[in-house]
């Protein structure tokens, strides 16, 4: 980054240090990811350079045969690694991939089901100051109250009340596996649309570690990045019936030129998810997972969401530790260990100041940490979790997690 150095050392000198921070901390958001050398090559290409409105073979400006090129690369490799019938590779990211999904199949007033935003949902599920809940009328599912899992008796009890349009199933916050097909079977019996967004799973599905909706879902959302191991972005996949609709509604119905240099990134991330060590990958993550909740559960007394997990993603409730979300995020923060403060289902504190903390495993999985680091990881949580004011756990902690970190490079980094 030599020229970015001379022209602006300002951006370079907090590049610099997002590197060091990156390289010396433990990544626990689930939502996060490192992308290889190649992903973030391709993210900083020419491509960057060239106009693309419209979809390969039918653009609006000229000099297309590179970028129609590498977008049917995309497109093909999305198709073949999620067996989709179609894919529309050209949403910005998850929020308006979603937005794109409602606009081409629902009219601004139906009824659509999803799960309750702090139960696990998302903020595009339905909430009601956000375009989802003020566009449409979405009626929100919850979590048993006991077993913190999905009640799919209940969710068709509610199907069956409300006849909506479209189910949302695919969360943001809900440790246990998805059964696709329940959902399916709800569809089919209100007539609804089967919507899946998989933002968070999409990589341990195309790793086969989880089970695949898109044979069951009229239409599936991904975000490109999390699990999935590729740059910031999303795809829309669906079944032939709903293609023409799919992509008229991301264009030109709520974007313009698509970001071809991070159309080619997502190229290069579904050509490394399709390789054999993809799927070792996707199985380690959840591995390291459920290593890390029984440990945290069953050594130091963690109250865990459902009871553990059988995704990549962990939910503690924090109230047995007597320390909020917040409070436990900023001090694991300052000993290097990032994750974010959540709320858990039936939360009596604050959204800005929950009673959870959410966590997860793609990232450490992608520098090659395993079960003994996840055994050092619960240990370095509990530590400081219940030591937050004592300095010298503190610092002892940040120590030992910057010393174990520099022993697994972060892909695309340098030192």
Request: hydrophobic share 40%; with cysteine.
């Amino acid at each position: 980054m030599t020229n970015l150095q001379q022209i602006d050392p300002a951006v370079f000198d907090a590049l610099a240090g997002e590197s060091k921070r990156q390289m010396e901390g433990i990544e626990l958001i689930p939502s996060e990811n490192y992308v290889s050398a190649a992903v973030l090559e391709a993210a900083g290409s020419i491509f960057t350079n060239k106009y693309s409105e419209g979809y390969p073979g039918k653009r609006y400006y000229g000099g297309q045969k590179y970028t129609d090129i590498v977008e049917t690369l995309a497109i093909e490799r999305a198709k073949q690694l999620f067996g989709a019938e179609h894919a529309n590779v050209q949403p910005y990211s998850g929020s308006p991939g979603n937005t794109a999904v409602y606009f081409a199949l629902l009219n601004y007033g139906d009824t659509v089901m999803g799960l309750k935003l702090d139960h696990g949902g998302h903020i595009t599920h339905g909430l009601p100051i956000s375009f989802s809940g003020k566009s449409y009328k979405f009626i929100p599912y919850e979590v048993d109250a006991k077993t913190l899992r999905l009640d799919y008796d209940k969710v068709r009890a509610m199907a069956l009340e409300h006849k909506p349009k479209m189910i949302v199933a695919g969360y943001t916050a809900y440790p246990p596996e998805i059964d696709w097909k329940k959902f399916r079977e709800i569809c089919d019996e209100v007539g609804a649309i089967a919507f899946a967004d998989i933002s968070h799973t999409a990589g341990l599905i195309a790793g086969k570690a989880l089970h695949n909706p898109v044979p069951y879902f009229d239409v599936v959302m991904t975000t490109t990045h999390k699990t999935l191991r590729g740059p910031r972005g999303a795809i829309i996949m669906c079944k032939k019936q709903y293609a023409a609709a799919i992509d008229k509604a991301v264009f030109p119905g709520l974007q313009g030129g698509p970001h071809e240099n991070v159309i080619a990134a997502k190229a290069v991330a579904f050509h490394e998810a399709l390789q054999p060590e993809f799927q070792d990958y996707a199985k380690q993550i959840i591995v390291n997972a459920k290593a890390l909740a029984t440990e945290l559960k069953d050594q130091y007394g963690f109250s865990l969401v459902s009871g553990g997990t059988e995704t990549h993603l962990i939910l503690a409730d924090l109230a047995n530790k007597n320390i909020p979300g917040k409070e436990a995020q900023a001090v694991l923060d300052e000993v290097g260990i990032t994750l974010n403060k959540n709320t858990v289902p039936f939360d009596t504190r604050s959204p800005f100041d929950p009673s959870g903390i959410r966590f997860g495993t793609p990232a450490v999985t992608t520098r090659g940490f395993k079960e003994a680091e996840m055994k050092l990881i619960a240990k370095w949580m509990n530590d400081v979790i219940s030591n937050p004011k004592d300095e010298a756990t503190l610092k002892r902690v940040k120590a030992e997690v910057t010393e174990t970190c520099l022993k697994f490079p972060v892909p695309g980094i340098k030192v």
